[in-house]
Nanobody, 115 residues
C-alpha cells in the first residue's frame, strides 16, 4: 500500500519561509511526476508546482519566483521551498505523486501566514 506523508506546515509571519516535505512509502515500483497543490478555505484545490522524472519543473504564476520544487528520487521525497510568504498563501498543502501509474495524495499539511 502506497502512502504519502507531508510535513513542514507551520504558522509563519508574512515574508518568512517554510520548507515542506512529502515522503512516499510502500510498493514503489515506478515514480513519475510529483507535485504540490493547495486548497484555501472556500476555494478549489490548485496546482502550485510540478516536477517530472527528468527534473523539469512547472509553476503556477502565483508562486513563480517564490516557491521552488525539488525531488530526491533515492528518498522518494518531494520538497517545496516557500519564500516570501504572503497571508494569501494560507492553505492546506497537499503533495501528489504518480506511482505505478496511479495518482496518490497525501493528507495535507497546514500553512498559516500571519500579516
Amino acid at each position: 500500500q502506497v502512502q504519502l506523508v507531508e510535513s513542514g506546515g507551520d504558522l509563519v509571519q508574512a515574508g518568512g519561509s517554510l520548507r515542506l516535505s512529502c515522503a512516499a512509502s510502500g510498493s514503489l515500483f515506478n515514480i513519475g511526476a510529483m507535485g504540490w497543490y493547495r486548497q484555501a478555505p472556500g476555494k478549489q484545490r490548485e496546482l502550485l508546482a510540478a516536477i517530472f522524472r527528468g527534473g523539469d519543473t512547472n509553476y503556477a504564476d502565483s508562486v513563480k519566483g517564490r516557491f521552488t520544487i525539488s525531488r530526491d528520487n533515492a528518498k522518494k521525497t518531494v520538497y517545496l521551498q516557500m519564500n516570501s510568504l504572503k497571508p494569501e498563501d494560507t492553505a492546506v498543502y497537499y503533495c501528489n505523486m504518480q506511482i505505478n501509474y496511479i495518482n496518490y495524495w497525501g493528507k495535507g499539511t497546514l500553512v498559516t501566514v500571519s500579516s
